[in-house]
């Protein structure tokens, strides 16, 4: 079992920047590939980010690809999210999630999920 917390979301102007965090328990978590979804109101929860066991490799969606960063610390058990120029389109809850493998951006290949942090970004 793995527990996940994420922490550090709130509200921001658009333009702005905002580190979402996410801290894990349980078993070893250099065993888990780690993403970050998001779900708007409305809509269904989307692929944002993910990064491998070591944090080696990352993938990310087309729409942040640029504007968001992934990272690690594997010492920490933790992961982080770093989002630069937000959009109010950005809004959302967001989950980070492990998984033992397969494609990154699919939900199904994750077997554990954090409760969610908000996101808004304001115009």
């Known amino acids: 079992q793995v527990q996940l917390v994420e922490s550090g979301g709130g509200l921001v102007q658009a333009g702005g920047s905002r580190r979402v965090s996410c801290v894990a328990s349980?078993?070893?978590?250099?065993?888990?590939?780690v993403g970050w979804f998001r779900q708007a109101p409305g809509k269904e929860r989307e692929f944002v980010a993910a990064?491998?066991?070591?944090?080696?490799?990352?993938w990310y969606a087309d729409s942040v690809k640029g504007r968001f960063a992934i990272s690690r610390d594997n010492a920490k058990n933790a992961v982080y999210l770093q989002m630069n120029s937000l959009k109010p389109e950005d809004t959302a809850v967001y989950y980070c999630?492990?998984?033992?493998?397969?494609?990154?951006?699919?939900?199904?290949?994750?077997?554990?999920w954090g409760q969610g942090t908000q996101v808004t970004v304001s115009s």
């Open positions: 999630a492990a998984s033992q493998g397969g494609r990154p951006d699919l939900e199904s290949r994750y077997d554990y």
């Open positions: 990064i491998s066991r070591t944090g080696a490799t990352t």
């Open positions: 349980g078993r070893t978590f250099s065993d888990y590939v």
